[in-house]
């Protein structure tokens, strides 16, 4: 069975920090591209990060370039996005996804349940 | 705002076909391809469309989508009341070199 499951999630201060962990398992993770999307209470999807699968390439959205990084371990079937200098703008439930976008060999997504960030004082 | 537009809301009676249009630009819809999610409350976003018009495993024929221009349509025929959620399009964007979605559409079931 094919899982995504991410954790790390949780109630933090503007201007802190957490980092998020997304396990995979039941596919060849190493294969694939992930990607962070996140959902703010009542709003639509929106795109934060991609991975390739090796690592060597990396992207963000604009609203957090140079405040989260991604990273993966293949290894663990682990990917990481650490969240810096938190905004309240910042909550959402984040979601770790292996999707079909730009992924030719692959014909359904994989989404992880989410785990909710809440950034307040 | 979402860089693709949809309607906020759609509704039809069981067995309707309903139609919830999905608009961008050159940079995403008009050189990509685009992607349907169903969200259900509390729930991940699930797969309804890739690649345009491609059904993963699964997913009943009921749903269908399609691409022209800078444009694209999910259609949901035969309604029914299972199917009242929030629907997204997406599609990768060339500008940002990642995907990007609609505001989605709410389907009511009446």
């Known amino acids: 069975e094919v899982q995504l499951v991410e954790s790390g999630g949780g109630l933090v201060q503007p201007g802190g920090s957490l980092r998020l962990s997304c396990a995979a398992s039941?596919?060849?993770?190493?294969?694939?591209?992930i990607h962070w999307v996140r959902q703010a209470p009542g709003m639509g999807l929106v795109w934060i990060s991609r991975i390739n699968r090796d690592g060597s390439a990396k992207a963000y959205a604009g609203s957090v370039k140079g405040r989260f990084t991604i990273s993966r371990d293949n290894a663990k079937n682990t990917v990481l996005l650490q969240m810096n200098s938190l905004r309240a703008e910042d909550t959402a439930v984040y979601y770790c996804?292996?999707?079909?976008?730009?992924?030719?060999?692959?014909?359904?997504?994989?989404w992880g349940q989410g785990t909710l960030v809440t950034v307040s004082s | 705002q979402s860089v693709l537009t949809q309607p906020p809301s759609a509704s039809g009676t069981p067995g309707q076909t309903v139609t919830i249009s999905c608009s961008g630009s050159s940079s995403n819809i008009g050189s990509n391809s685009v992607y349907w999610y169903q969200q259900l409350p509390g729930t991940a976003p699930k797969l309804l469309i890739y690649?345009?018009?491609q059904r993963p495993s699964g997913v009943p024929d009921r749903f269908s989508g399609s691409r022209s221009g800078t444009s694209a349509s999910l259609a949901i025929s035969g309604l029914r009341s299972e199917d009242e959620a929030d629907y997204y399009c997406?599609?990768?964007?060339?500008?940002?070199?990642?995907?990007?979605f609609g505001g989605g559409t709410k389907l009511t079931v009446l």
């Open positions: 690649r345009n018009n």
């Open positions: 039941g596919f060849a993770f190493r294969n694939y591209s």
């Open positions: 997406a599609a990768w964007d060339d500008s940002v070199s990642g995907p990007v």
């Open positions: 996804v292996c999707p079909t976008w730009g992924q030719p060999l692959l014909y359904e997504d994989y």
